[in-house]
């Protein structure tokens, strides 16, 4: 499967954004799914994970509440809503796909990736 995600910008702090990974060459329903992230300097980290053919959602501690993971078979894409967005979301944000049948939060589980979008949040 190849990922393609987008919907990254600046934004201020408050704001929100919309990011897509939209998949192709296969249905995602197949995959398990996952947006993670990659700020300045940091390693990469887990903020949301679900199955493509549906289920519980998971989100990290730190994006709980704000952050809203969904999917669009018909388009065969997922999304991520981002809410309240504090300077601290400031990341590169990729969308992972894998065939294993659980959710990891360790991104070297994952086998495909999209190429990341850049999300700045402003003070």
């Known amino acids: 499967v190849q990922l393609q995600a987008s919907g990254g910008g600046l934004v201020q702090a408050g704001g929100s954004l919309k990011l897509s990974c939209a998949a192709s060459?296969?249905?995602?329903?197949?995959?398990?799914l996952a947006w993670f992230r990659q700020g300045p300097g940091k390693e990469r980290e887990f903020v949301a994970g679900?199955?493509?053919?549906?289920?519980?959602?998971f989100y990290s501690d730190s994006v709980k509440g704000r952050f809203t993971m969904s999917g669009d078979s018909a388009k065969n894409t997922v999304y991520l809503q981002m809410n309240s967005l504090k300077p601290e979301d400031t990341a590169v944000y990729y969308c992972?796909?894998?065939?294993?049948?659980?959710?990891?939060?360790?991104?070297?589980?994952?086998?495909?990736w999209g190429q990341g979008t850049q999300v700045t949040v402003s003070s």
């Open positions: 060459g296969r249905a995602f329903t197949s995959y398990v």
């Open positions: 992972a796909a894998d065939q294993k049948q659980y959710i990891s939060h360790l991104a070297h589980e994952y086998e495909y």
């Open positions: 679900t199955w493509g053919s549906g289920g519980s959602i």
